[in-house]
T-cell receptor, first 118, second 109 residues
Framework: DTGVSQNPRHKITKRGQNVTFRCDPI?????LYWYRQTLGQGPEFLTY????????KSRLLSDRFSAERPKGSFSTLEIQRTEQGDSAMYLC????????????????FGQGTRLTVV | EDKVVQSPLSLVVHEGDTVTLNCSYE??????LLWYKQEKKAPTFLFML????IEKKSGRLSSILDKKELFSILNITATQTGDSAIYLC?????????FGTGTRLQVFP
């Protein structure tokens, strides 16, 4: 499978615990995005990477959230001291370059990690 | 602030009907508009539009972009129950996709 891969698919955690999600983008895609989606809403932007550089972070990304892409390939998103409000689907997407700038620059999404904080 | 607005929020039709989904956008440094289909899990890519007036077509689905009026439409002809899903529209600036809240389409037999 050469699509975007996310692990785990589901995560249930107790409030206050730390969680880490992983995203493996499509090979050779240098842009990687993290989004969060809650019920009835469209995906909300969290952050994105161009290769290993994190170029933008949303105001939604509080200091409890951190994302890395150390070698410009896979990325991790960590949430520390989880709160019930963090319960959501966390989506990762990748693209070959800036979306819309040239051919084959569509953004493709992984299956997501559904986080439930109890 | 960048925003994408989709209408209607919800649509209920019978198989065989034709539907039109609307998307208007206000996105600084606009580069492209994308449509996705979401069925319980992750969004599945449908179309990417970068130029005005050029229709993109895939089977019974088609889409077009108007960069002057800042909107796009997604048409689905001869709807089937398998078309039931949330359809998401997103505008891309130089950095990221900005999504609307989606249109929930329900197709009944």
């Amino acid at each position: 499978d050469t699509g975007v891969s996310q692990n785990p698919r589901h995560k249930i955690t107790k409030r206050g615990q730390n969680v880490t999600f992983r995203c493996d983008p499509i090979s050779e895609h240098n842009r990687l995005y993290w989004y969060r989606q809650t019920l009835g809403q469209g995906p909300e932007f969290l952050t994105y990477f161009q290769n290993e550089a994190q170029l933008e972070k949303s105001r939604l990304l509080s200091d409890r959230f951190s994302a890395e892409r150390p070698k410009g390939s896979f990325s991790t998103l960590e949430i520390q001291r989880t709160e019930q409000g963090d319960s959501a689907m966390y989506l990762c997407a990748s693209s070959l370059g800036p979306v819309g700038q040239g051919m084959n620059t569509e953004a493709f999404f992984g299956q997501g990690t559904r986080l439930t904080v109890v | 602030e960048d925003k994408v607005v989709q209408s209607p929020l919800s649509l209920v039709v019978h198989e065989g009907d034709t539907v039109t989904l609307n998307c208007s956008y206000e996105v600084t440094n606009f580069r492209s508009l994308l449509w996705y289909k979401q069925e319980k899990k992750a969004p599945t890519f449908l179309f990417m539009l970068t130029s005005s007036g050029i229709e993109k077509k895939s089977g019974r689905l088609s889409s077009i972009l108007d960069k002057k009026e800042l909107f796009s439409i997604l048409n689905i002809t001869a709807t089937q129950t398998g078309d039931s899903a949330i359809y998401l529209c997103a505008g891309h600036n130089t950095d990221k996709l900005i999504f609307g809240t989606g249109t929930r389409l329900q197709v009944f037999p």
